[in-house]
């Protein structure tokens, strides 16, 4: 409610500014430090004195005794040296955030939005660095989804690349296992942890010998990229039972997609092709005739600071990396096999139509129970299947910081061949790593050394086995929790135990790694995490919970609220308690405000600030006022009808965080 009156009063003043003095300006609108100065500031008025040669108050003066009526706005006063200050209509905002509240997404709008979010190699079992990655990409595509937009969310899944290619050597070349043999073992539920495990040896194999890992390598890649013989049957079974590990393992965090999309399939259905020829007609790659990347198809970058990042970055790769990134700019590698940032090139022009291709389409066998997960295929199409191939207007693809360069390479290919509109519209999600508290990987089984038991975080490895796989991760939160409810509510069933421990455990979760800004690192700490108190998900939870209970005693809620009227609302939001019901009531209608940031900023960390604000600020509520014995009925209906508001707005941005709130904790 927020956002939309903000929205309207910019939009008054600039239409006001614009008739009376022939003058277009953007309006900036602020927040005042103190309630008692209004609920939106203007300094628009410092700005148009200095285009007017006049003094900045006496010009907001003048707008404030001519300026109009506006809805839900009660009055406009002049502040400062030339402030314009807004001062809402309480009991009209009252109404009208009941109203709001009780409503659902916003009006539909038609831009299609691809979210492409988790892409992690179907090497391994997924680990908190992905799980970091899902939550930020599933968060933007709920809040884009609920402000109006087509989000499509898809999975992109790198099963011909060098990751899987290693654990393919490691199968074939030192386990010595036959496809058959592979793909039992691939039935296995746990496959994703022995492929974590046989990864790590690999790496230590590679390391013994540099020249073997360079000719394995090449040589698996190029039979996965043309699908022949054992490697590329092997790489297949490898990567659709991860994949199938992966689905299994978010879905436990709450978290969907509408398509898999298949690099073999960018591959095998001629995606690349069609890419390399428009990147080799427009000029856009080059062939490298001598030197050190003789034979390669490159992206030649002349800009000093790109070289700069180049180097810094690939200092920063450990050695195998290096084998692969060493010239992040090769599209096309001296053996003919695609470097990843080239089939990505593909990949991004498909999402914005701009391929002339589309793929085939099947339904994923091996998904969640209740969802349906589509994937691309190189065989038949499913007529059924939706239509995927439709341009998107935007792209939000959620990448660690890392591959800023790679991104920034894919952008530029779009920009080359011409379609600049669409490279700016990629937008890269980017975030962090995620590590962990010394005192976390110790309880995590990990053994430190003295220095690292010293450091503020210790940093994960998936090539060298260390880290904290997802599902690990989670049994050990509900684990925690269920002993937790168990303590607290033993006449509880069972399986609602094991329910509610279930949904702390994933609100614990995901609100510890959406709370912090993308830029920043983050060291997990269980105990952090699980807190009921300060700005954990359980805080948060608890807070919908009290309220519950509160109505669950006050039967007369539900019937009361609705009495309430605006006249009477608007009476018991005056004076000094007043001010205080009337900051809850501000902050509770300012949802719709905290989901224009997330999407503006493209910064989810804001709705999990919302969030916690919204429940400190309504624990605070709790202890000043006595509900349910409160003797006046209007105000105990219209304090119920404050609890019902803070819970469907809390419960609502709970949601978008992908969190549950359980009936008791």
């Not at 399939?265 to 490298?288: M, R």
């Not at 709705?607 to 209007?634: P, R």
């Amino acid at each position: 409610m927020y956002q939309q009156l903000t929205n309207r009063l910019r939009a008054a003043l600039a239409r006001h500014i614009r008739e009376k003095y022939g003058v277009e300006l953007p309006v900036v609108l602020e927040r005042p430090p103190k309630i008692e100065m209004g609920e939106a500031a203007s300094p628009v008025c410092f700005e148009l004195a200095k285009r007017q040669k006049r003094a900045p108050r006496q010009i907001a003066q003048e707008i404030a005794a001519s300026f109009g009526k506006i809805e839900g706005v009660a009055r406009v006063e002049v502040a400062g040296g030339g402030y314009l200050n807004a001062f809402f209509d309480r009991g009209a905002f009252w109404a009208a955030a009941l109203k709001e509240a009780a409503g659902g997404a916003a009006e539909h709008k038609p831009e299609k939005i691809i979210v492409e979010h988790t892409s992690i190699n179907p090497n391994k079992a997924a680990h908190i660095g992905h799980v970091r990655n899902a939550a930020l990409g599933d968060t933007m595509a709920r809040t884009l989804r609920h402000a109006g937009y087509n989000v499509q969310v898809q999975n992109y899944i790198d099963n011909t690349g060098v990751q899987v290619a290693d654990v393919v050597i490691g199968f074939v070349h030192m386990e010595k296992r036959t496809p058959v043999s592979v793909k039992m073992l691939a039935t296995e539920p746990r496959f994703d942890y022995y492929c974590w495990d046989l990864y790590a040896k690999v790496t230590q194999f590679f390391a013994e010998d540099k020249a073997r890992a360079a000719a394995l390598r090449g040589e698996t890649l190029r039979a996965i990229e043309e699908d022949r013989g054992e490697g590329a049957e092997v790489a297949q079974a490898v990567a659709d039972a991860v994949v199938s590990c992966h689905l299994r393992t978010m879905a436990r965090l709450g978290i969907a997609y509408e398509l898999l999309a298949r690099e073999s399939e960018i591959l095998h259905l001629k995606f690349w092709d069609a890419a390399f020829a428009k990147l080799k007609e427009s000029g856009a790659i080059q062939l490298v005739a001598s030197g050190k990347m003789a034979g390669c198809w490159v992206m030649p970058w002349k800009e000093e600071e790109k070289e700069v990042k180049e180097e810094k970055e690939i200092k920063e790769k450990d050695q195998a990396e290096e084998d692969e990134n060493t010239q992040d700019k090769i599209i096309v590698r001296s053996n003919g096999t695609v470097t990843y940032v080239g089939k990505d090139i593909a990949y991004q022009l498909w999402k914005f139509g701009l391929l002339g291709k589309d793929f085939h389409y099947r339904k994923w066998p091996n998904v969640p129970e209740g969802q349906i997960v589509w994937a691309t295929t190189s065989g038949k199409n499913d007529p059924a299947a939706p239509h995927f191939g439709e341009a998107a207007s935007k792209v939000y693809n959620v990448i660690d910081s890392r591959q800023a360069y790679l991104q920034d390479v894919v952008a530029e290919g779009l920009r080359r061949l011409g379609h600049a509109k669409e490279a700016e519209r990629s937008i890269h999600l980017s975030y962090e790593i995620v590590a962990l508290t010394p005192h976390c990987a110790a309880e995590m089984g990990y053994e430190l050394s003295p220095e690292e038991a010293k450091k503020p975080y210790v940093e994960v490895s998936g090539r060298k086995g260390l880290g904290v796989k997802a599902d690990d991760l989670l049994d050990k939160l509900e684990a925690a929790t269920l002993t937790e409810v168990r303590q607290r509510h033993p006449d509880m069933r069972a399986a609602e135990q094991n329910r509610t421990a279930h949904a702390i455990a994933v609100g614990a979760l995901r609100f510890f790694l959406l709370k912090f800004t993308r830029n920043a690192i983050i060291a997990f700490d269980f105990k952090d995490a699980l807190s009921f108190e300060g700005e954990t998900g359980p805080y948060c939870q608890y807070a919908v919970v009290r309220i519950r209970g509160i109505r669950r005693k006050g039967t007369e809620a539900a019937a009361t609220t609705a009495e309430v009227k605006q006249k009477t609302a608007a009476s018991l939001l005056t004076g000094s308690e007043g001010n205080g019901l009337w900051e809850l009531l501000l902050l509770a209608g300012s949802l719709d405000s905290a989901i224009d940031a997330v999407i503006g900023a493209q910064e989810p960390a804001f709705l999990a600030k919302y969030a916690f604000q919204l429940a400190q600020a309504f624990n605070n509520f709790y202890h000043k006022h006595h509900i349910l014995s409160e003797a006046d009925e209007q105000k105990r209906a219209f304090l119920l009808g404050m609890a019902e508001l803070v819970e469907a707005q809390l419960v609502r941005a709970l949601s978008l965080l992908g969190i549950e709130a359980p009936e008791k904790m």
